[in-house]
């Protein structure tokens, strides 16, 4: 069946030749041929097109042409094959119009933008120019008889480099996007090594190529415990700690500078002594300097020379990784204050009540330990966050601050105390979660001050109600309160005090399980038991 006029000799009456001295890629570049779907109902078209363009190379890359007889046939082939670049179409087929419903059902059904489409037709006057154009999401119309050697040729260079464009753009739109939500996650990573791994773990996203691995390394010495933020870098050295390690190198992480016979020491070296990233393939090293004075540098290794592309968008996330790090830093130090501060408190509280030595300490690590016992057993889901588990150790051991407001003659008593002395005793409580209240207020959202003020003030009340100061029952007691509580007696039955001699392990095992549900959370209880009997801590024995 042959809808169209003239024959396939009036479209390839000359013989131009294309210009021989076009770009060729590198050896090691990916040779990623260009795809081309020719969609004609006539087999002489496609004999002729492939004939015309068989030799054709853009940017170093050939032509891998596929054929389509039908609008279904094509239609079924780009439903597989999502990187077609080029379309060159036929209207007239099985219908004629069905060039024209092809191109409806790429772009509303497939979603494909990307690829460009040319309409070819030898019947102009079944389909008119103005309105395909209008009408249809097209790139190029032409008639048959137009499309000479030459211009068949220019119109597919047009169309490759339109389509490359598109790429260039739409990749770029991907890669902001990524560094966009990668920079995002980064905020919100503690350590320097948790930091530096979630840096690594969008290098790969962001070039949208396989690496064979990648280092982060650091010139700051004080990196070389991963664990903790490092101080500035003084300048004066080029050794390098790796901090994080994927593929290969991940028997790297840790060291305390590169290997003695590695062999991209010298451009990893020159990247921080020129302070700016270096693109050698095949290893390239990205450059990233702070402005709080933190230096470090990610050494990639991609299959293929980076694009400019690809450079800027790294270059870019380079920058979105310092301003990340940097604030991970700043919001550490301020945090650091926020520790010091407490303990600062705490130990004011301990200079007057010298008896008590160690009891914060232990006290904190306690309560660490039984706020994970219930974590993971899915106690108090809505209480057990992030942030508890981050700040309820530190909190824990500002439960006796009141106890400055308390005078020397009752606070060192040695022997029990009278029932007025006792209700001055009990007022550090009170005098304690004021005090911390005030201090929180300072500081937006929640801070070890918060969980400080709830436990000051409520570690003392009972799970039955019969406890002080406010007569608090279950559940309205604070959870950091209700562990602090259990723990504050268990240790300080356990050592000694001025009122009293310290008691067996045992024994005071015995006195907290008989005081479950009276004065202590059940489920504190249960947590608190478990922990002391499969972990059985050095720092918790026998009363001294």
């Known amino acids: 069946m042959n809808h169209e006029q003239g024959s396939e000799e009036d479209w390839i009456i000359e013989d131009d030749t294309h210009d021989k001295s076009q770009e060729q890629l590198d050896a090691s570049f990916e040779n ?20 015309a363009l068989n030799n054709i190379v853009f940017k170093g890359r050939h032509l891998d042409i596929l054929s389509a007889h039908s609008a279904a046939q094509a239609f079924e082939i780009l439903s597989r094959e999502i990187d077609i670049n080029l379309i060159l179409l036929d209207v007239v087929m099985e219908t004629e119009d069905a060039g024209l419903r092809l191109v409806k059902r790429i772009r509303e059904e497939l979603k494909n933008q990307m690829v460009r489409i040319v309409l070819r037709t030898g ?37 490759l480099r339109a389509y490359e464009g598109l790429l260039s753009i739409e990749r770029s739109r991907v890669g902001l996007t990524r560094i966009l939500q990668a920079s995002a996650n980064l905020y919100e990573l503690k350590s320097l090594k948790e930091f530096a791994s979630g840096v690594l773990n969008q290098i790969g996203a962001i070039l949208d190529v396989g690496a064979d691995g990648v280092l982060c ?7 070389a415990s991963p664990g903790s933020i490092p101080a500035g870098s003084n300048g004066t050295s080029l050794n390098t700690s790796i901090i994080a390690a994927t593929g290969s190198y991940s028997d790297w992480a840790g ?4 290997p003695p016979d590695c062999e991209w020491t010298a451009i990893v070296e020159k990247a921080f002594f020129e302070k700016k990233s270096q693109f050698q393939h095949p290893v390239d090293v990205l450059f990233i300097h702070t402005r ?15 694009g400019q592309m690809q450079r800027d968008l790294l270059e870019l996330f380079c920058d979105r990784i310092a301003a990340a ?65 981050e700040m309820v150790g530190i909190a824990s051991i500002l439960h006796d601050v009141g106890k400055v407001a308390t005078p020397d003659a009752v606070l060192l008593k040695a022997g029990s105390h009278d029932s007025s002395e006792r209700k001055i005793m009990e007022y550090h ?7 911390l209240a005030r201090a929180a ?47 504050d007696v268990f240790d300080a039955l356990l050592h000694r005090r001025p009122y009293k001699e310290p008691w067996s392990l045992k024994d005071t095992i015995e006195y907290i399980k008989s005081r479950s549900g009276k004065q202590f959370d059940p489920a504190v209880v249960d947590a608190l038991i478990h922990y002391i009997s499969t972990e059985q801590p050095d720092w918790v024995a026998d009363g001294e």
């Open 441 to 487: 207020t300072m500081v937006d959202g929640v801070s070890y001050l918060t969980y400080g003020s709830q436990i000051a003030g409520s570690h003392h009340e009972h799970f039955d109600g019969q406890g002080y100061p406010r007569h608090l029952k279950g559940a309205d007691i604070p959870l950091s309160a209700r562990i602090v509580a259990v723990v």
């Open 292 to 306: 709080q004075g933190h230096e470090f540098a990610i050494l990639v290794t991609p299959p293929w020379p980076l």
């Open 32 to 51: 990623r041929p260009w795809r081309l779907l020719i969609v004609d109902d006539e087999e002489d078209i496609h004999a002729v097109t492939r004939l």
């Open 429 to 435: 409580a009170l005098a304690g979660e004021t005090v």
């Open 255 to 258: 060291l305390d500078r590169l």
């Open 217 to 223: 390394l650091s010139r700051n010495s004080a990196c």
């Open 123 to 159: 019947q102009p006057g079944q389909a008119p120019e103005k309105s395909v154009i209008v009408d249809y999401d097209i790139n190029d119309y032409k008639t048959k008889t137009e499309l000479t050697t030459q211009r068949l040729f220019t119109t597919v260079i047009a169309s």
């Open 325 to 389: 790090f940097d604030n991970r830093y700043l919001n550490e130090q301020l945090q650091r204050a926020q520790e010091a501060s407490v303990v600062a408190l705490t130990d004011l509280a301990e200079s007057r009540d010298t008896d008590t030595g160690g009891h914060v300490q232990r006290v904190c690590k306690l309560t660490n330990a039984i706020a994970a016992e219930l974590k993971r057993r899915d106690s108090f889901p809505s209480d057990l966050t992030p942030q508890f588990m």
